[in-house]
């Protein structure tokens, strides 16, 4: 007979989902690439909800794993693997793996309130490179905090869990540790890959008010081309227990990530992605609806080439110049518009891909 568990929420865990405030910690969902791609500092490359910090002489890839069950239940993980090593790191060099999280997702804690909840952190890791890491919650709304935590990997290429719970201290209970309830960035997590030691005078299990996200024992995993680092079953919960990872369907999953980021890639080389119409003699929109609601008005991006993309009405006629936003609504559409060869006002015609199966069509709404 399965027993019931009380989580500090007072909800049933084994009854009740939603427990996870991390989106895609079991790395389902890669909207906008699977395979290896070189990081960039603060962008998301591939998985959603994801991205990376890198600053420094080191570089790194991220890509999407799979065939991981076995010691654990999770097929998916995030595949970090370094391409250019870092082995003497400036003060200033960076390289993290970060998640944010939305504001109004977050009101359950009761920060800046002495009923402030404790909080749990947990994960499973495999790496190639042994020794201490760091991971760091930051608090951004009103003042931010950082709480720095250390973890240790024992074995070398080995999947190991690992649980972090964190306490709220006076500061979190103050004024200043509030998180307003608005569509604003609340939390990040960021797991450290090596950080420079302006950001390293971190101490363990505690919150500061600095900019630090590390204690100086963090290794480097950035040091050799031959270091990996994966990450999967990420879960952030109140409660001082980690429980059972909450696997979400990948339709669930889905839908959550959309909420920040939605893409249409070309899968065909004439892919249909909506009806559109002439609004001129050499112009003309389309409007695409979003599948849910958005954190924010979206912006929109597509391959930066126009020539990619055309309108068919009976003829093909490549977008030649000006393929652009022309309104958005977080609720529900986004009109997309672009300059054409001459044709006739008010007549229809299908917005798609010319020809290639490169390009998409996003809308983003990321913290």
């Known amino acids: 007979m399965a027993v019931s568990r009380i989580n500090e929420a007072g909800l049933n865990v084994n009854q009740y989902g939603n427990r996870n405030l991390i989106i895609n910690g079991e790395f389902q969902i890669f909207q906008r690439a699977t395979a290896a791609t070189a ?11 994801w991205f990376g910090f890198v600053s420094g002489g080191g570089a790194y890839t991220t890509q999407k794993s799979t065939g991981n069950t076995g010691t654990i239940s999770h097929d998916t993980a995030w595949k970090i693997d370094v391409t250019t090593a870092d082995t003497s790191l400036a003060a200033g060099d960076y390289y993290s793996l970060v998640q944010k999280i939305e504001a109004q997702n977050l009101q359950q804690l009761a920060y800046g309130t002495s009923n402030a909840k404790t909080i749990t952190l947990s994960f499973w890791v495999r790496a190639t490179k042994t020794g201490t890491s760091c991971v760091c919650v930051t608090k951004n709304d009103t003042t931010q905090y950082n709480y720095v935590a250390e973890y240790t990997i024992n074995a070398s290429d080995t999947w190991e869990h690992k649980t972090i719970t964190i306490e709220p201290n006076s500061d979190i209970k103050a004024a200043s540790g509030a998180i307003v309830n608005d569509n604003g960035l609340g939390m990040q997590v960021t797991f450290v890959l090596a950080y420079g030691s302006n950001y390293t005078a ?11 996200f590390a204690t100086t024992n963090q290794i480097n995993h950035m ?10 079953g990420v879960q952030l919960e109140v409660g001082d227990t980690a429980t059972d990872f909450e696997h979400r369907s990948f339709g669930d999953e889905l839908a959550r990530c959309q909420r920040y980021y ?53 003829t093909v006629r490549s977008i030649s110049s000006n393929l652009a936003l022309n309104a958005a609504s977080y609720a529900g559409t986004m009109v997309i518009s672009g300059t054409t060869s001459a044709t006739t006002l008010g007549n229809g015609a299908i917005f798609l891909s010319n020809n290639n199966t490169n390009s998409f069509i996003a809308a983003s709404a990321e913290l």
């Open 262 to 314: 939605f893409r249409i890639d070309a899968d065909e080389s004439y892919k249909r992605y909506a009806n559109g119409v002439y609004y001129s003699t050499t112009a003309a929109e389309t409007m695409i609806y979003l599948p849910v609601t958005m954190r924010a008005e979206p912006s929109f991006e597509n391959t930066g080439t126009s020539t990619d993309y055309a309108f068919y009405d009976g």
């Open 223 to 232: 040091d050799s081309t031959s270091n990996d680092f994966y990450l999967t």
């Open 39 to 49: 990081q960039t500092d603060g962008n998301f490359l591939t998985a959603d909800r």
């Open 202 to 212: 971190g101490v363990n299990n505690t919150w500061n008010d600095s900019a630090d």
